[in-house]
């Protein structure tokens, strides 16, 4: 049976604007029946690497938040620390980033508090029949939340050729570990000529895998567990990550993720998507390239693959925009993603979340 994705486009008059159709889109997906007075909702979403600009705008987060407290709820601005050592490696820093992009309470109505805990390390294991994992390390806050509202920006992604829900929900609610799992099946490494022998990383091994000597830090790739923790305790952006897991598989370790986080609140969690500022890369970078199509809408739906397979249906619909980086696929109805990324097949994250049963890819779109 197809799930129904609500949409907005991005029309407007004295009678609508795109704050009230936001919560048009919210109240249409049902969600009176899955907050109650006193419950603690997480607006999962993305606070945006500094310098970025594409992220979902504070102003329609406000929204989110008041549509919540309408049915007594008590919302919470989540995200979760980065793998890589930039500008969100842990939660001050990730919180002072979000407070810098506009995520303060006196824009947004709502805290910020982050879902992985102090370094990305609090998590739960919670036991799925994947394909690959039998069980996934999701950020604790999520699993602690009574509803889920997860907001994305739907955009081209590097790894997956889109990143919507699937990737809001899988890699977004990982912990550290988690988001290790999925991207990497080696060691970290240590770069020789940043290395400054200072014993830092030390600190975060409670594994015993980390090496000092007076010529660098090395890592024992028979003791490491993969948790990620040195990457940010280096303070010299020596200790890196191995992005080598295959896109095929990094998004079926993704979807599998993204099936853990929404088990047990199937009832309880809806997501959105903002198709607007479709940039070509991750919000995780410290820029946004122009948009390769122009702004589309907004969708919601408490079926995240579904809402994912609208978001890229109505994308590959859309006449591409020339003189960014989208490089093939400019008529409307050729694929998009494929024109910017052609070497990834993004289907897979669709095809496998919705092998694992985490929703469809057949729909239903009403257009509020
Ligand atoms: S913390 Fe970084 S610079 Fe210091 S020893 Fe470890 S890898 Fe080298
Ligand atoms: S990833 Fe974790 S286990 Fe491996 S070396 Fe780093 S801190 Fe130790």
């Not at 309470?105 to 805290?111: D, E, I, K, S, T």
């Not at 999701?138 to 994305?152: G, K, N």
């Not at 410290?286 to 579904?306: E, M």
């Amino acid at each position: 049976m197809p799930s129904t994705v609500y949409f907005s486009n991005m029309r407007t008059s004295k009678e609508g604007n795109l704050f009230d159709k936001i919560g048009k889109l919210m109240e249409k997906s049902g969600l009176a029946g899955f907050v109650s007075s006193g419950d603690l909702v997480a607006v999962k979403i993305h606070f945006g690497e500094k310098g970025n600009h594409a992220f979902v705008r504070p102003i329609f987060i406000r929204r989110v938040v008041e549509e919540i407290k309408k049915y007594g709820g008590l919302p919470f601005l989540t995200d979760s620390s980065t793998l890589y050592p930039g500008e969100r490696k842990n939660a001050v820093a990730a919180l002072t980033c979000a407070v810098e992009n506009g995520f303060a309470y006196a824009v947004v109505g709502a805290p910020l508090i982050m879902c992985d805990g102090l370094r990305g390390q609090s998590a739960v294991d919670v036991p799925i029949a994947g394909e690959i994992f039998d069980s996934v390390k999701i950020a604790s806050e999520i699993i602690e939340a009574d509803s889920l509202v997860a907001v994305s920006h739907f955009k081209c992604h590097e790894l997956t050729g889109f990143g919507g829900a699937l990737k809001n929900l899988g890699m977004g609610c990982s912990s550290r570990d988690g988001k290790m799992q999925q991207h990497s099946t080696l060691a970290p490494v240590v770069s020789d000529a940043l290395c400054t022998a200072c014993g830092a990383c030390l600190k975060a091994c409670v594994h015993g895998a980390i090496v000092v000597t007076s010529e660098g830090a090395r890592i024992d790739p028979d003791l490491c567990v993969g948790c990620g923790r040195c990457v940010s305790f280096c303070p010299h952006k020596a200790v890196t990550v191995q992005w080598n897991e295959a896109a095929s598989e990094l998004m079926k370790k993704m979807a599998e993720y993204a099936h853990g986080t929404v088990l047990g609140k199937e009832k309880s969690s809806l997501f959105l998507n903002f198709i607007t500022q479709v940039s070509p890369a991750c919000d995780c970078y410290g820029h946004a390239d122009a948009p390769i199509v122009n702004d589309i809408g907004v969708c919601a739906s408490t079926d995240p693959v579904a809402l994912d397979q609208a978001c890229a249906d109505l994308v590959n619909a859309a006449p591409g925009n020339r003189n960014t980086a989208l490089k093939s696929g400019f008529e409307p109805g050729e694929d998009k993603f494929r024109g910017v990324y052609p070497a990834i097949d993004w289907t897979i994250q669709l095809d496998h979340a919705e092998k694992l049963g985490l929703g469809t890819r057949k729909y239903t779109l009403v257009t509020i």
